[in-house]
T-cell receptor
Framework: DQQVKQNSPSLSVQEGRISILNCDYT??????FLWYKKYPAEGPTFLIS?????DKNEDGRFTVFLNKSAKHLSLHIVPSQPGDSAVYFC??????????FGKGTKLTVNP | ETGVTQSPTHLIKTRGQQVTLRCSSQ?????VSWYQQALGQGPQFIFQ???????GRGNFPPRFSGLQFPNYSSELNVNALELDDSALYLC???????????FGQGTRLTVV
């Protein structure tokens, strides 16, 4: 039973364009959502988060959108840069409980 | 301020052996969680420690055990290793139980 789903295993975009990574969840008790970026041979790096009381959070080139009725969130990266090439994990939690991760989406930004 | 550090970075063990993985929390963080990341999967929660007490456990057998020390560093112990235990083991620390978790670089365990 996968509570957090990232249905696109990979995404390829051109430098300067927008990257949109999607995530769906099934547990309506989740109240906090996070995105992590992971380079090979490194641990996941926290990128951006959003509380369930918001529908948008922005940090520089990164924006996360939350649609609670659809149980869907997305990460927008604008403009995309080659250094953004990595695996992106969506994660969710309920209160102080564990993080539940999706399987990740590998983003490739082509120069 | 130092980040989360894990040791060793790589490890090869034989089936049936025991292994101990170590994690030093980020300064000021009192909560440590351990995750297992198999190839092609997202990290899976093993357990969490808060102020030296286990504070939640995922769907892992009892041969996975842990400790948190007074300085908030932590160990993950796995007994009777199986081939399927081969994975990247990630440690994450946070300041209080409910905030963002910050990950170490992981320990790559290979069981042969």
């Amino acid at each position: 039973d996968q509570q957090v789903k990232q249905n696109s295993p990979s995404l390829s975009v051109q430098e300067g364009r927008i990257s949109i990574l999607n995530c769906d969840y099934t547990n309506s008790m989740f109240d906090y959502f996070l995105w992590y970026k992971k380079y090979p041979a490194e641990g996941p790096t926290f990128l951006i988060s959003i509380s369930s009381i918001k529908d948008k959070n922005e940090d520089g080139r990164f924006t996360v959108f939350l649609n609670k009725s659809a149980k869907h969130l997305s990460l927008h990266i604008v403009p995309s840069q080659p250094g953004d090439s990595a695996v992106y994990f969506c994660a969710a939690k309920s209160g102080s409980e564990k993080l539940v991760f999706g399987k990740g989406t590998k983003l490739t930004v082509n120069p | 301020e130092t980040g989360v550090t894990q040791s060793p970075t790589h490890l090869i063990k034989t089936r049936g052996q025991q292994v101990t993985l170590r994690c030093s929390s980020q300064s000021g963080h009192n909560t440590v969680s351990w995750y297992q990341q198999a190839l092609g999967q997202g990290p899976q929660f093993i357990f969490q420690y808060y102020r030296e007490e286990e504070n939640g456990r995922g769907n892992f057998p009892p041969r996975f055990s842990g400790l948190q020390f007074p300085n908030y560093s932590s160990e993950l112990n796995v007994n009777a290793l199986e081939l399927d235990d081969s994975a990247l083991y990630l440690c994450a620390s946070s300041e209080v139980v409910s905030t963002e978790a910050f990950f170490g670089q992981g320990t790559r365990l290979t069981v042969v």
